[in-house]
């Protein structure tokens, strides 16, 4: 009979959550790319950053920020941080061991002073019955993962913020220099429309025109200035550096891998780390709520002291004598069950809303990759037409600048072209960008440049 209380007591337990290991929740990967959905188990994010970021001095600057940065730093020391606490909750399966010396002396009505002491060592041990120490250990250890994978998240953010700083540079450069040649050809027509003016072939309102567009040109070389230097001292910020000029090539001669494999999405769940970081969090909860179930059920303690002592009670003995004790104690909660329940509750309530953030971040991922190779398949497809665009807007200023000479056609013609072809300028160097733009953030959505561990 009292073989069959114990199974059913013990069976009642598993099923209200102290004994049970944390199992992953039913979550739905199909279709999570969308429209760039694939079936191929390889994945772009699997490929060292090495690999994706050829250019030698955007690698040089990576290095530095994965050496110097601050938050890689702040990641370092809370995975330090979590790894202690860990192994205090290992530890505390052991039993405490404590030196407590004591001494003292009394006289009594000018009696004779008596001096007693005690020399002993004490021990306490928690019985672990109904789990509390091992959900205890359980949520420690997927605090010290989750804090790993944030680290992880730290990274891959940092090579891509990195990555996308540098190609902002890149891209700000290049449209420096087509702004700069093109307000050195746009000084030449004003020197040509002042001598068409003095020729008769055109009016004051021609020059004033193209004055106008000249100067509105030199204009933006400062804003676009400007814009570098705000983009040099972020990226120094991000170095640990203090602001200076970043050493960097060009945006046209950046070669980035062709192939673009978005893997299945199922592998987000153990290559992304802020999903894994989620999911961890979701196991804390877990493992928190289990760890307030056990607070409704007794705690044994076994308790016991060795030493050595000169106080028998009434008497002094001299020289002392070997003392050992030992007890047990059961602590059952009464009158703060009802807080304690109270507590399962809530977490509870926390576990769901872990449940629900990792669900969201996972959403979250799957729609970052879709954007990211959309964003790389758009500019790419538009890099043929840019180059035809191009070609003939030069056609249209070469052609409207010979009639213009030669035939009544107006200098509003020509500006208008001019301008043109200086916005599709502008715009092939934007769409270079968001190219290259694309290839970093999917590699980030995908969860790229993890660092390999070694454990």
Known sequence: MKRIV??????????????????????????LYGSAESADTDTFGNVAWQEVFTDPQLQALIEEALDNNSDMQAAYWRVQEAEAALKSARLAYLPSFNFAPQGAISSFDNSPATKTYNIPITASWQF???????????????????SKEYRQAV?????????????????????EQVTRETAAKWRKSVETMRSMKEAGMTNEAGVAQYEGNYYSIEASLHDIA???????????SVLGRAPQAIER????????????VVGVPVQMLSNRPDVRAAEFALMQAYYATAEARSALYPTITLSGAAGWTNSAGSMIVNPGKLLLNAAASLLQPLFNAGANRARVK???????????????????????????LTQYQSASAKADLRVKQIEAMERAVESTELLM????TTYLEVLTAQQSLLAAQL?????????????????????????????
């Not at 337990?13 to 290991?21: A, D, L, S, V």
């Open 6 to 31: 114990i199974v059913c007591l013990a069976v009642a337990m598993t099923g209200c959550g102290i004994y049970k290991p944390y199992t992953r929740p039913d979550v739905q990967t199909d279709g």
């Open 155 to 175: 990274r891959t953010q940092l090579i891509s913020g990195v990555a996308n700083l540098y190609y902002t540079l890149l891209m700000l450069d290049s449209q």
């Open 128 to 146: 672990d019955i109904f789990n509390a120490l091992t959900n205890s250990k359980r949520k420690a250890r997927a605090v010290y993962a989750q």
């Open 427 to 455: 715009s092939q160097i934007s769409d270079r960008f968001d190219e290259i733009q694309g290839v970093v953030n999917l590699y980030q959505a995908l969860g790229g440049g993890r660092e390999i561990e070694t454990e």
């Open 405 to 408: 000479q030669h035939s009544p």
């Open 226 to 236: 400007f814009q570098i230097r705000q983009v040099e001292n972020s990226l120094c």
């Open 249 to 260: 090539g060009s945006l046209m001669t950046q070669r980035m891998p062709d192939r673009l």
């Open 346 to 372: 809530i977490m509870k309530a926390q576990q769901e809303e872990s449940k629900l953030s990792f669900q969201q971040t996972l959403l979250n991922a799957g729609a970052e990759v879709n954007n990211a």
